[in-house]
């Protein structure tokens, strides 16, 4: 009788054992309560939720990405970053004292990136509502790691790689938003309003810390400077931003543009450069 009592208690143990583990009741019902707030209340899950889980949404929507030059790699954006008056003559131009200001900075939604094949040109919409529409040429940084309170010291560790952008602005409504003191998106963050090259990985074209930027319409050059001009740089800006934000990787950092910023009508064609990088080409239509 006891050999039989054992035998069934061994059986039961292996059984056990091999069986599937299952979530407690509370587990469970804790789990379900965090789906539940995200769902009531519009938000992700936290930061650091299971990625591998399945999540059954309603419909797909596209996720920003940027291609990787020399692999068939994508770069996937998070968000577009960008610093405003960073070069001394454009800060004076909108009526700063490059002096005196410290950095401040705008975000641009991922999906404005558009994406400018380098050799070609990219016909690009002219945006609704406005009539001043401003280029802006300007280095962009690409971060492949985060991080809060970053060292200028250890910020360029950061950088992924760097893409030549504009910074396109319905400078019009930007300006009629700050004369009214109210916030001044509507000028800046549209659809297509960051049209950008592929990126290039920093081991292949090292940081970029001088060289020429400039921008022509038409062939005549409007905007002409040297990148060693930014009165912060791309590692400064790194650490001001991470002050105020937990940067992540997938970021994008516009490091500002230099002076004589002006309009573009339809059928002008933009041509942005940036030694080390290839050139940029938008026709406005």
């Known amino acids: 009788m006891k050999k039989a009592a054992d035998a069934l208690a061994q059986s039961a143990t292996e059984a056990a054992a091999a069986a599937p583990s299952r979530p407690s009741r509370r587990s469970a ?15 992700a899950l936290p930061v650091g939720a299971d990625s591998r889980a399945t999540v059954q949404t309603p419909f797909d929507v596209a996720r920003p990405l940027l291609p990787i030059v020399g692999t068939s790699e994508q770069f996937p954006v998070r968000r577009i970053y960008c610093i405003g008056r960073n070069y001394a003559a454009h800060a004076r131009e909108m009526g700063s004292d490059p002096t005196r200001e410290l950095p401040f900075f705008f975000q641009k939604p991922s999906d404005a990136l558009q994406l400018v094949a380098p050799g070609a040109t990219t016909d690009h919409p002219y945006p609704p509502l406005t009539k001043n529409y401003h280029y802006e040429i300007e280095l962009v940084a690409a971060l492949s790691k985060g991080g809060r309170n970053i060292a200028a010291g250890d ?5 992924y790689g760097y893409t030549i952008g504009l910074d396109m602005t319905r400078r019009d409504l930007q ?6 003191k109210k916030p001044w998106e509507i000028g800046k963050s549209f659809d297509r309003s960051a049209p ?9 074209v090292g940081h970029f810390t001088r060289g020429a930027i400039w921008l022509k319409v038409n062939g005549q050059v409007k905007q002409s400077a040297d990148l060693k001009q930014m009165i912060w740089s791309v590692a400064e800006q790194i650490s001001k931003l991470s002050e105020a ?12 543009t230099p002076e004589n910023v002006g309009p573009v009508v339809r059928g002008d064609v933009m041509e942005g450069h940036i030694d080390g990088l290839p050139n940029l080409s938008v026709r406005v239509v």
């Open 29 to 43: 019902l804790q789990g379900a309560g965090l789906l539940a707030l995200g769902a009531v209340g519009g938000c």
């Open 155 to 159: 910020a360029l560790q950061h950088v």
């Open 175 to 180: 300006r009629a938003m700050g004369d009214e």
């Open 196 to 204: 950008m090259g592929p990126l290039h990985r920093v081991a292949d």
């Open 245 to 256: 934000f937990e940067l992540m990787p997938g970021d994008l950092i516009y490091s500002g």
